[in-house]
């Protein structure tokens, strides 16, 4: 490994470590780049000095926070990774008045980190220089946001890396999902009646859920023409795709697509950025 | 009274061990878990339908595991049993989960423990010549169950191939043969890795004079009596000297184990009638009696001749692991041996009201689902993961650690190599156990 080779830091927050796997199976980094701290494979006690800090998790308690202002000012470059960093991911769903009403029945416990209010994302406190969107990004998306990012080449959208057919002769009435049995091949899995969010979604994850028969959850979040935009206008972009591909009524849509699995991606970068500050650019997303 | 404080690396989340000291003497031992996040609340109002897409996420190294535990638990919901060649399909994904799983652990976690460095990334340029390239290749083994988890998982993480009644679709004989030729390597560089590590742990033995001592203890998996399985619906426990067993149905956990929170820590402790009890690879390798493929028996053998049957030591465990490894390759392979296509692979539904249990024996351990449905939306989930069962029997492993290297006068410096191998033995995973 060359002396001067791009030294880099994981930290993880509060998460599920399926960045960390993903970022395992982008073997490629290993001959080219020195790993300083990721705590999860290599056992050392603080961040050091690197070119570029990779974040992954919600920012859920004050031990999250304090590592996290602790690690920043160490890091020429600071890269948000996967939905949980970028808007707190799937412990958003705890962000409802009855959730909350749950969490506080929680036993009283001593010398363990404080529960802040929410899960924050990180940039609710610090400046990210790049938002790497995907829960997780696969190794492929790792590899471009550690190497050269403007070389990366990936779709609009998801549905054009999916390979699944568009057809006329198929237009289901309901959205019927999974509960239909097996999953026909090579056609659109709109056309068989899923929920499939493929077509708004941000591309460069290569589509493996809708090339295995399971419709997009839309985890790389809005493409680039709905990225800054509320989810008001993502919901009309939705209704309008399967109004030309099927008969559903507009309300089922509206209902699949306000549904939990849903929220947990598709707004990330506006809805999420909180209220009182403007979606984040997408000349930083990956 | 002076604490003293371990943080852990080279384990799935965020954890330390506290030991507190009084007149040179360790009192106490805690092993805490640092991080939570809910789930069980998170998910309240969640349509049940969408359970196998959301508590993948609980856990980005154990996803299979609980993305299948979900399917399940709604299947015994609805009333469903998915076809032969889903289940086929399913153990394939579960082999993936024990391949990347074990790979991890032996090669990622804990053989920088055996190599005294910090990281397996660095082994390579402190280990002698013969030892070149021991990262690259652990990689590739891994790389083999992470093939296999998106071959008959979809999604390489976090699954979607599950699907209630079935999988989504069979595999492509072309698919499959490509991940046969990956897979097929790597049971050679696995082999050629564990005979290392096996080497490796008997000078560390030697080193430090035991393989543990920490007492007996109860064993406790879900996989079967004669040949593992991963999907199997009984839990058994075996008593410390391993002649009885107890054998109950997932959903009746409750009447046989018995759950304490913490106070100083957010994952609670199971115990099996006031016993300490050990869950994962060293439960699994003494209570099956045998492995069913050539090379895994042919471990199992040597493994039983050196440390008879229950085994007990703490580093065993590992050693248990790799034998699991090799088995879990050679499965995979003698499964992408027949067709994966060209049958059912999904029955329709009807979802409906209810209960239902999902079980799995995961890397760590049995892990369960349970899900109250109401209006077809989940009003209670219970997760009962693996590591919780552990927790009792780590901390009373850190306890003899403690006792072994803090004497009156000093502390000897092994005590904070021997918490790691303590608490790695175990290889808890802390993102799982608070969820
Ligand atoms: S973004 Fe997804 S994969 Fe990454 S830590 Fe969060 S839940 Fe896990
Ligand atoms: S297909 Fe959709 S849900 Fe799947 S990885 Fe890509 S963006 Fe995420």
Redesign the interface.
């Known amino acids: 490994m060359p002396e001067e080779a791009v030294r880099f830091a994981v930290l993880q927050l509060s998460g599920c470590a399926g960045c960390e796997v993903s970022l395992l199976n982008a073997e490629e980094w290993i001959e080219r780049y020195r790993l300083m701290y990721m705590p999860l494979v290599v056992s050392a006690y603080d961040v050091p000095p690197v070119d570029i800090l990779l974040v992954s998790g919600g920012v859920r308690t004050d031990e999250d926070l304090y590592n996290l202002r602790r690690a920043i000012p160490r890091a020429k470059q600071v890269v948000a990774v996967g939905t949980c960093a970028i808007s707190g991911g799937v412990a958003s769903l705890g962000d409802r008045d009855e959730v909350r009403q749950l969490f506080l029945t929680q036993p009283e416990r001593r010398h363990v980190p404080r529960m802040l209010p929410k899960c924050h994302p990180i940039d609710a406190f610090v400046e990210v220089g790049r938002y790497l969107p995907g829960c997780p990004p696969t190794p492929e998306l790792f590899m471009a946001a550690l190497l050269d990012p403007a070389d990366f080449k990936a779709s609009k959208i998801v549905c054009q890396e999916c390979g699944r057919r568009k057809v006329r002769d198929l237009r289901p009435e309901h959205l019927v999902g999974l509960r239909q049995g097996e999953v026909l091949p090579d056609i659109c899995l709109i056309n068989q009646g899923y929920f499939c969010v493929g077509s708004s979604t941000r591309g460069g994850c290569r589509a493996p859920c809708p090339r295995g028969g399971h419709p997009c959850v839309g985890c790389r979040g809005p493409s680039d023409v709905l990225i800054d935009k509320g989810s008001t206008e993502w919901l009309a972009s939705i209704q309008r795709v399967f109004q030309s591909l099927t008969d559903v009524p507009a309300a089922e849509i509206e209902q699949a697509a306000r549904s939990p699995q849903m929220a947990l991606f598709l707004f990330q970068f506006s809805d999420y950025a909180g209220v009182d500050r403007p979606p984040r650019p997408k000349e930083k997303v990956l | 009274m002076p604490t003293l404080t371990f943080?852990?690396?080279?384990?799935?989340?965020?954890a330390q061990v506290?030991i507190d000291v009084q007149n040179g003497r360790p009192v106490s031992a805690r092993f805490?878990?640092?991080?939570?996040?809910?789930f069980e609340?998170?998910?309240?109002?969640?349509?049940a339908?969408?359970m196998p897409?959301?508590v993948?996420?609980?856990?980005?190294?154990c996803?299979t595991a609980h993305h299948v535990a979900a399917v399940r638990a709604l299947e015994d919901a609805f009333g469903l049993t998915p076809p032969p060649l889903a289940q086929t399909i399913r153990e394939l994904l579960m082999l993936g989960q024990i391949v990347q799983n074990q790979a991890?652990s032996l090669f990622?976690?804990t053989m920088?423990d055996r190599l005294g460095v910090?990281?397996?990334?660095q082994a390579d340029s402190a280990a002698a010549d013969a030892d070149q390239g021991i990262?690259?290749r652990a990689?590739r083994v891994?790389?083999a169950g992470?093939s296999l988890i998106?071959l008959a998982?979809?999604?390489?993480?976090?699954p979607?191939?599950a699907?209630?009644?079935?999988v989504?679709?069979g595999i492509a004989p072309e698919a499959a043969e490509v991940v046969r030729g990956e897979v097929e390597a790597a049971l050679g560089l696995a082999c050629e890795l564990f005979d290392i590590y096996w080497e490796m742990s008997l000078a560390l033995r030697d080193r430090i004079g035991t393989w543990g001592d920490d007492e007996p203890a109860c064993y406790i998996a879900a996989t079967g009596e004669d040949a593992p399985r991963y999907t199997d619906d009984t839990i058994r426990v075996m008593c410390p000297d391993g002649c009885c067993h107890e054998a109950f149905p997932a959903r009746d956990f409750r009447k046989h184990l018995d759950f304490v929170?913490?106070?100083?820590?957010?994952a609670d402790a199971t115990s099996y009638r006031g016993q300490v009890i050990r869950a994962n690879s060293l439960a699994r390798a003494n209570m099956t009696q045998a492995m069913g493929t050539p090379l895994a028996d042919g471990y199992l053998e040597r493994f039983r001749q050196a440390f008879g049957r229950p085994a007990h030591g703490l580093l065993l465990f590992d050693l248990a692991r790799g034998i699991e490894l090799v088995y879990a390759l050679e499965r995979a392979l003698e499964i992408m041996a027949g067709p994966l296509s060209g049958e059912?692979?999904?029955?329709?539904?009807?979802?409906r009201d209810g209960d239902g249990y999902g079980m799995v024996e995961a890397p760590r351990g049995p892990l369960i689902h349970h899900y109250r449905i109401e209006n077809q939306k989940i009003v209670q989930a219970e997760f009962v993961i693996p590591t919780v069962h552990n927790m009792l029997a780590i901390e009373r492993a850190l306890r003899v650690v403690a006792a072994r290297y803090i004497t009156g006068e000093s502390i000897n410096m092994e005590l904070e190599r021997a918490v790691?191998r303590v608490v790695r033995a175990f290889d808890p995973c802390i993102?799982c156990a608070t969820h």
């Open positions: 943080p852990l690396s080279r384990i799935e989340g965020h506290t805490q878990a640092m991080e939570f996040r809910g609340y998170l998910v309240q109002g969640v349509p339908e969408q897409v959301i993948p996420r609980i856990c980005g190294v996803s991890t990622i976690f920088p910090s990281s397996i990334f990262a690259s990689l891994r790389r992470t998106s998982g979809g999604q390489f993480i976090h979607i191939k699907i209630v009644g079935g989504t679709s929170e913490s106070e100083y820590s957010y059912d692979t999904a029955i329709p539904y009807t979802p790691g993102a």
